[in-house]
């Protein structure tokens, strides 16, 4: 299924049915009198986010959804039906903004949550509303109201405990096929991961959400590469996992590259427990290994520096370790909360 994490669609809510304007008439009963019935509630549009979906691409091709409309008030004083509710199901973690996307709506971050977005209108009333001692036979009846419309944007915003960032080309694919049973595409060549790929990782009795961010690059926050797009994702996530390419040179200055792009981007994502994983170790010297490892670390200076594993994910070496150590980061995380 193809993914797709952003939707502009418009909604229209059910219009209300028109009232009547009918009499009685009956065999021997003379003056009768009104018996208009209101007209039915139109339908309203109700958003439910749904679990085992993680994609919005049913609303790539269809953008234009109406509830049903209430039914027309009847003789006899009888009411109108209303409208069916429509209910449109979206991927648990989908933000509803408004159409310039500057005010959020709803943020249906919980299975089974829902947002009434776009309320039905009310049926008219029927003429015997206007009986009066002064009018007792009124031929007037009201129209149905119209109801609500709005185009809005839907965002979707994974769920997953773990995100996986870094430049293109990082290897963050191909851990996330090691230490899941997810198989992304792994080439080598950057860029290989263009939407976020979703896998579970299982530690003794525990299963963690991972989510494979597309690679970032300077500027991303300004839309620069694949920009921002995919940023949101890891605002959800619990921890973050920074994935850097061993054979690089400088590994400070990637590492501080991604965290700049993170911190103009928002939503607090530096704030996030974090670990980093230097990957590749096999293509390492063991002896420049251990050397540019502690230069690594000395660049942090007196700032926390975050726990930092090696691991070689093509060659499977390191990974459990750091399928414990994420583990055991997980148990401080929760102490926490």
């Not at 004083?77 to 991927?91: H, I, K, N, Q, Y």
């Not at 293109?168 to 851990?175: E, R």
């Not at 009795?205 to 989510?211: A, P, Q």
Request: hydrophobic residues 35%; charged residues 25%.
């Amino acid at each position: 299924m193809k993914f797709l994490d952003k939707a502009k669609i418009h909604i229209k809510a059910g219009d209300g049915g028109n009232g009547s304007a009918s009499f009685r008439r009956e065999k021997y009963i003379e003056f009768g009198g009104p018996n208009g019935g209101d007209g039915g509630r139109g339908g309203d549009v109700v958003f439910r986010a749904v679990p085992n979906v993680n994609t919005l691409i049913d609303y790539r091709y269809k953008t234009h959804f109406a509830a049903g409309r209430g039914e027309n008030g009847m003789g006899k004083m009888r009411t109108g039906a209303s409208g069916d509710t429509l209910v449109l199901p979206v991927p648990t973690g989908t933000v509803i903004l408004s159409e310039n996307e500057e005010i959020e709506y709803a943020d249906l971050n919980v299975d089974g949550m829902e947002y009434l977005a776009a309320r039905g209108g009310n049926g008219g009333w029927g003429n015997l509303h206007f009986k009066s001692p002064t009018n007792r036979a009124p031929r007037q009846a009201n129209d149905g109201l119209p109801g609500e419309e709005r185009t809005v944007v839907l965002r979707l915003k994974l769920i997953a405990d773990i995100g996986l960032v870094g430049f293109p080309n990082a290897g963050k694919s191909t851990l996330l096929s090691a230490v899941t049973a997810a198989r992304p595409k792994i080439a080598n060549y950057p860029f290989t991961t263009l939407n976020p790929q979703l896998g579970v990782m299982y530690a003794h009795n525990r299963e963690f959400v991972l989510v494979d961010l597309p690679g970032l690059i300077q500027g991303a926050h300004t839309g620069v590469g694949l920009g921002d797009r995919f940023l949101g994702h890891a605002e959800r996530t619990k921890m973050i996992l920074h994935v850097i390419d061993g054979t690089e040179p400088d590994w400070a200055a990637r590492y501080s590259a991604i965290r700049f792009e993170m911190d103009s981007y928002g939503g607090d994502l530096t704030e996030k427990p974090e670990m980093v994983v230097i990957n590749k170790m096999d293509a390492i010297a063991p002896d420049d290994l251990q050397e540019r490892l502690a230069a690594f670390k000395k660049s942090f200076g007196r700032k926390r520096r975050p726990e930092i594993m090696t691991i070689s994910a093509a060659g499977r070496v390191g990974i459990s370790e750091l399928i414990s150590a994420i583990e055991k980061k997980f148990v401080e995380i929760e102490k926490n909360e």
